[in-house]
């Protein structure tokens, strides 16, 4: 079978038989996981990092740093497989939770983009800025979050991108519980036709569009907060 009567094939079950609705489904599904993960990465990581980077001045601190170190260690040295697996197989029978597939994922890549974006946040915090805003009579918590963590987001601007970027990679695996993807809507698609090539292809093709408009993105937004520097 040559490749126009394959993706004849394809297109005839995309469209006729209704491809389309399991590929939209799974579209937004990586998107909700993605977007909703990073959001979720960006509080958790902001607050993992504010605790690693206070002074270690009482109990409570250098247990709340001991806590964080090990949160990070954990979700940045397993693979997102393992912790989706974990989180849905073991930890939520166990806790008697009851949660869909989706809303699962959303939390663990939230978790795991937390770990990641602490250590992001951390490397991008100044502290020549916490010393400038101190000498001026402010707060640590207010230099804090009107001085340090404002600027150090300006900083970390197209890393976050580039951790937007993955997540939106790493959907790939949350069919392992369940959740409707691309890569499965794809999957179910390759499965009814009896051929993969077309499907992981147009696949593929999605995942660069996505990757490409959100790259557009990063830069239109970096280089409008370079223009906010010299005003």
Not at 37 to 54: D, F, M, Q
Not at 110 to 127: F, K, Q, T
Not at 155 to 168: A, D
Not at 176 to 200: K, W
């Amino acid at each position: 079978m040559n490749f126009e009567k394959k993706f004849e094939v394809f297109w005839k079950f995309f469209i006729d038989n209704g491809g389309y609705n399991v590929v939209i489904e799974g579209l937004r599904n990586t998107l909700i996981i993605a977007i909703l993960g990073l959001v979720i990465g960006i509080i958790i990581g902001t607050l993992i990092a504010t605790v690693r980077v206070v002074p270690k001045t009482s109990v409570v601190s250098k247990v709340l740093d001991v806590l964080a170190k090990f949160y990070v260690s954990f979700f940045r040295g397993t693979p997102i497989v393992v912790q989706l697996l974990l989180f849905y197989y073991v930890l939520m029978p166990l806790l008697s939770i009851n949660l869909k597939s989706v809303p699962v994922a959303v939390i663990v890549f939230g978790l795991n983009s937390g770990a990641y974006i602490s250590e992001i946040m951390r490397a991008g915090i100044d502290p020549g800025q916490m010393e400038g805003g101190r000498a001026v009579g402010l707060s640590y918590g207010t230099t804090m979050m009107k001085i340090v963590i404002p600027q150090a987001v300006k900083n970390i601007l197209p890393t976050l991108g580039n951790e937007f970027i993955s997540l939106i990679k790493e959907t790939s695996v949350v069919s392992f519980v369940g959740a409707t993807d691309l890569y499965l809507a794809f999957q179910r698609i390759g499965s009814n036709t009896y051929d993969f090539m077309v499907p992981y292809l147009v696949m593929a093709v999605i995942y660069i569009v996505m990757v490409l408009i959100i790259s557009t993105l990063i830069k239109v937004m970096e280089r409008s907060l370079r223009k906010s520097d010299y005003r």
